[in-house]
């Protein structure tokens, strides 16, 4: 008893300084270097340079507990995130989180951020870059269903990566597409935004349609001319029970994409038109393989689905933090 606590009074007196990155300082990163370091996660995945276990995944109710671990040669990180749907009846934010970096080397803690912030920013930039590898410079029309954090994330990079004319925004509080309107005009004004009356409307005028909802069941119902040769991007679904686009579309689309084959498991609007033989597992490809390729996709239907993974925060965390060393972002503590 005597050695164990000599050994963490030894301990004690160790300064050990962390640097503290809030959602301000993450978000005065330029979104070129978090869509760069979600790119690097893609190439890590093709070199299979990182060691990613699979997340810990706790369900209580409607709410979900996400314990996400991964390793780099450099770094490694781990994310803790709670998804509670509910509470943004109440006026908080349905995602919270902690983000912890660490030195892959001597495993001392880094650096700890706000993992809501992280989530954000880099399943936005998930977003934007299937934006920019699935479609042409040319399209004009864009959809965004849901109006929360992830869907302005959202449609900041799709607006990063594409000069959109007009932007269709549909949620089921007219107060949250309102809020989100107004915060994207300060941001983006030489486009037309639209208040969607309901999710069908927004389809059918948009050219890419991104969902970044919760929904437990599809979020509108669509003929084959309705989705012909658009592209779709679904990014809230993240549980069997959860899907956000009918199964009609994964049935025509040319391409199916999913950034991690995990989400063949683990959302409905993959998980669900697997079971009901709609489409077969190996029609479903890596979104990773498509920076290997300089594919031009005209006049497809393509599904990408996004579940996210680890690695997209180790390599976003990871930017970050560099960036912020360097640059004199954020506050240092000591423990």
């Known amino acids: 008893m005597s050695l164990w606590y000599g050994d963490i009074k030894n301990l004690s007196n160790e300064k050990v300084a962390m640097l503290f990155l809030n959602k301000y300082a993450i978000g005065k990163i330029d979104q070129g270097v978090i869509q760069t370091a979600v790119e690097k996660a893609y190439q890590l995945v093709l070199s299979q340079l990182y060691n990613m276990p699979d997340r810990m995944h706790v369900e209580d109710r409607e709410n979900t507990l996400l314990l996400m671990p991964c390793f780099s040669e450099k770094f490694f990180a781990t994310k803790l995130v709670s ?3 509910e509470a943004r009846q109440h006026g908080q934010p349905a995602v919270n989180g902690v983000m912890v970096l660490s030195d892959n080397t001597s495993g001392q803690p880094l650096a700890i951020m706000d993992g809501a912030a992280i989530t954000a920013q880099r399943t936005g930039a998930v977003g934007g870059l299937g934006v920019k590898l699935l479609t042409t410079e040319s399209i004009q029309t864009a959809g965004i269903l849901g109006a929360g954090v992830q869907g302005l994330s959202q449609a900041r990079y799709l607006l990063y990566n594409r000069e959109i004319k007009t932007l269709y925004i549909y949620d089921l509080s007219n107060d949250a597409v309102a809020g989100m309107i107004n915060t994207l005009k300060q941001e983006f004004s030489d486009l037309e935004y639209v208040a969607a009356k309901t999710p069908k409307q927004l389809v059918v005028n948009s050219k890419v349609i991104i969902a970044a909802t919760t929904s437990k069941s599809p979020l509108f119902e669509a003929t084959p001319d309705d989705i012909l040769g658009k592209i779709f991007i679904s990014i809230g679904s993240f549980r069997p029970d959860m899907q956000e686009f009918p199964s009609i579309i994964i049935e025509r689309a040319d391409n199916v994409f999913v950034d991690t084959l995990f989400a063949t498991k683990e959302s409905g609007d993959i998980a669900t038109p697997l079971k009901d033989h709609v489409i077969e597992k190996d029609s479903i490809k890596e979104f990773a393989g498509l920076l290997e390729k300089n594919e031009i996709f005209e006049n497809k239907t393509i599904l990408f689905k996004s579940v996210g993974m680890a690695l997209f ?18 506050q240092n503590l000591e423990f």
């Open 83 to 85: 998804v509670f749907p």
């Open 313 to 330: 925060d180790l390599t976003t965390a990871s930017a970050i933090y560099q960036l912020a060393i360097k640059n004199n972002i954020g």
